[in-house]
């Protein structure tokens, strides 16, 4: 039998005793944790880094550039920018983006909403046949919805032309360049009227039906129930539309472009900036100053599609 005296008592109670029992940290464990973070996540930020900072990293670089005839490549610092700040085509494509966005994204997503709000109503019969087909136009691809609708816009060949023989009238020429800012409109209206549709619809079927229920209870008539309750609701969702087609509004190109073989004299080579963009670049050659006009736009639509984020998202006090 063994005995511990008092003396070896009093020293396995020190506080000096009691740390060194402690269990030491997991600091190795902890350090692979988190590289297992970062491994989880490391394919994303390569792939981040190379289609998205790479390109916005070299089109900055290339915006500080011009070619010369003599000495090459230089550096030019910010002449490029000096210069599209003066340039009347690109204020041209710019102003031309600006009243497209002005006129169409309003009338696109209102009719987007009233078919949101009708199809949610519960008294459209066939809603899921609707449903379908007005979103249908959005999986029709950019290009074969600019050459189909092309073809119509036609006073020679296509429909337009066949209406004024047939009817013995002369119909105002979609293509023309009175005309062709509003018919592309009528493009791009119809092919995102059921995306932003789809949105609202979405919105709208999340909302509690308790709300419905104490509305039909104090006796409030369907317009009612729309504006205190189905708009208030999906008022995120109207903001993310909006910003979503104010971004496609200035980056308007494919419409355009598609449509430049058919309506020559109405779609210059700076008609929209991102074709203005196009032109310089592939056919120009002008690279840096290509690139420079990329990038004011892309500030520009940055610019506002946060100040109208901004108002969307903010709150009524």
Same mark, same amino acid.
């Given at each position: 039998?063994?005995?511990?005296?008092?003396?070896?008592?009093?020293?396995?109670?020190?506080?000096?005793?009691?740390?060194?029992?402690?269990?030491?940290?997991?600091?190795?464990?902890?350090?692979?944790?988190?590289?297992?973070?970062?491994?989880?996540? $490391?394919?994303?930020?390569? &792939? *981040?880094?190379?289609?998205?900072?790479? @390109? !916005?990293?070299? /089109?900055?670089? +290339?915006?500080?550039?011009?070619?010369?005839?003599?000495?090459?490549?230089?550096?030019?610092?910010?002449?490029?920018?000096?210069?599209?700040?003066?340039?009347?085509?690109?204020?041209?494509?710019?102003?031309?983006?600006?009243?497209?966005?002005?006129?169409?994204?309003?009338?696109?997503?209102?009719?987007?909403?009233?078919?949101?709000?009708?199809?949610?109503?519960?008294?459209?019969?066939?809603?899921?046949?609707?449903?379908?087909?007005?979103?249908?136009?959005?999986?029709?691809?950019?290009?074969?919805?600019?050459?189909?609708?092309?073809?119509?816009?036609?006073?020679?060949?296509?429909?337009? $032309?066949?209406?004024?023989? &047939? *009817?013995?009238?002369?119909?105002?020429? @979609? !293509?023309?360049? /009175?005309?062709? +800012?509003?018919?592309?409109?009528?493009?791009?209206?119809?092919?995102?009227?059921?995306?932003?549709?789809?949105?609202?619809?979405?919105?709208?079927?999340?909302?509690?039906?308790?709300?419905?229920?104490?509305?039909?209870?104090?006796?409030?008539?369907?317009?009612?129930?729309?504006?205190?309750?189905?708009?208030?609701?999906?008022?995120?969702?109207?903001?993310?539309?909006?910003?979503?087609?104010?971004?496609?509004?200035?980056?308007?190109?494919?419409?355009?472009?598609?449509?430049?073989?058919?309506?020559?004299?109405?779609?210059?080579?700076?008609?929209?900036?991102?074709?203005?963009?196009?032109?310089?670049?592939?056919?120009?050659?002008?690279?840096?100053?290509?690139?420079?006009?990329?990038?004011?736009?892309?500030? +520009?639509?940055?610019?506002?599609?946060?100040?109208?984020?901004?108002?969307?998202?903010?709150?009524?006090?």
């Amino acid at each position: 039998m063994t005995t511990t005296s008092p003396a070896s008592l009093a020293e396995a109670d020190s506080p000096a005793s009691k740390k060194a029992r402690e269990p030491k940290p997991l600091r190795g464990r902890k350090a692979r944790g988190r590289w297992k973070g970062w491994a989880f996540i $490391g394919p994303f930020m390569i &792939f *981040f880094a190379l289609v998205f900072l790479a @390109p !916005l990293i070299y /089109s900055i670089y +290339l915006s500080l550039f011009r070619e010369q005839l003599v000495g090459g490549n230089s550096f030019v610092g910010f002449d490029n920018y000096i210069k599209a700040f003066q340039d009347p085509q690109f204020w041209s494509g710019a102003w031309r983006v600006t009243l497209f966005l002005v006129v169409q994204v309003p009338i696109m997503l209102f009719i987007a909403l009233f078919v949101a709000l009708a199809i949610d109503s519960g008294r459209l019969h066939g809603k899921s046949f609707f449903r379908i087909s007005i979103f249908m136009p959005y999986a029709v691809p950019a290009v074969v919805a600019s050459l189909m609708w092309g073809f119509m816009y036609g006073d020679r060949f296509g429909l337009v $032309g066949n209406l004024n023989d &047939f *009817f013995g009238i002369s119909l105002p020429d @979609p !293509l023309g360049p /009175s005309w062709i +800012l509003a018919s592309i409109g009528n493009i791009v209206t119809w092919e995102f009227v059921g995306y932003n549709m789809l949105i609202f619809y979405s919105a709208l079927k999340v909302i509690p039906t308790s709300l419905y229920e104490a509305a039909a209870i104090d006796g409030a008539g369907q317009w009612r129930v729309i504006s205190a309750i189905k708009l208030p609701a999906i008022r995120g969702s109207l903001a993310i539309a909006t910003i979503f087609s104010i971004i496609g509004s200035f980056q308007l190109f494919n419409e355009p472009s598609i449509l430049k073989s058919l309506a020559p004299n109405s779609i210059t080579t700076y008609f929209t900036p991102n074709l203005y963009s196009y032109s310089l670049s592939f056919s120009g050659q002008q690279f840096n100053y290509s690139a420079t006009v990329a990038i004011i736009m892309g500030v +520009l639509t940055m610019i506002v599609a946060y100040i109208v984020q901004l108002r969307g998202m903010r709150k009524d006090v």
